[in-house]
């Protein structure tokens, strides 16, 4: 599972820290965080989640300085392997994209993974 993840993540960008940011975890999500933790051999994982009514997000957003994706697939094996997901690559990650996740970032409650 977790190479299948790499492979997909690798496929279109190089990323060294990956930044989880959820709702307040339930099982489901629990369950995904716990498969997301077994990269921390490959790359930095954080994750947080944010409560109340800060901010609503349902877009997926994966990116570093260099490149981003932005689609609706979950870092999920059914999302990235058999879904029909959509989503954009952008060769060169927006400084209002990285700002506005680093914004949403700072109201996260951290995550223990």
Avoid: C
């Avoid at 490149?67 to 999920?76: D, E, H, M």
């Amino acid at each position: 599972m977790v190479n299948g993840i790499l492979q997909g993540i690798n496929k279109y960008t190089e990323i060294t820290t990956l930044r989880i940011i959820t709702k307040r975890p339930d099982q489901k999500t629990r369950n995904a965080l716990k498969t997301l933790a077994k990269l921390k051999n490959y790359i930095e994982v954080e994750a947080g989640y944010i409560t109340g009514q800060q901010v609503s997000l349902h877009a997926k957003t994966y990116h570093s300085e260099k490149t981003a994706i932005i689609t609706s697939a979950n870092l999920l094996r059914q999302s990235l392997w058999k879904n029909f997901e959509l989503g954009i690559h952008l060769h060169q990650t927006p400084p209002t994209l990285q700002q506005t996740t680093e914004e949403i970032w700072q109201h996260t409650q951290s995550y223990r993974l």
